[in-house]
């Protein structure tokens, strides 16, 4: 598998002629955008897309280490960042 952009993402509002939500998610080293959420979900989308890079480190460290709990936190931390406004 080819390597991905490497986090931290993040996202902004664009701003849309056609009034429905838009939201581009970037790396924060980056200036073009990796992906654009729009629909009524977009929000929400944009989260969880911009919280995939947290996601697989916090999946791959959980893995590795299923009894720390440290480990958990760093998981319970990620799956925050996807889904909190």
Not at 19 to 28: E, G, K, R, T
Not at 44 to 53: D, F, K, M
């Amino acid at each position: 598998m080819p390597p991905h952009t490497p986090g931290p993402w993040a996202i902004s509002k664009l701003a849309s002629p056609d009034y429905a939500p838009q939201f581009a998610i970037y790396a924060a080293d980056e200036r073009k955008a990796l992906a654009i959420a729009t629909n009524n979900n977009a929000q929400a989308n944009a989260r969880l897309i911009a919280a995939a890079p947290q996601l697989l480190h916090a999946l791959n460290h959980l893995q590795a280490n299923p009894n720390d709990p440290a480990m958990h936190r760093l998981a319970l931390t990620a799956i925050s960042a996807a889904t909190t406004a």
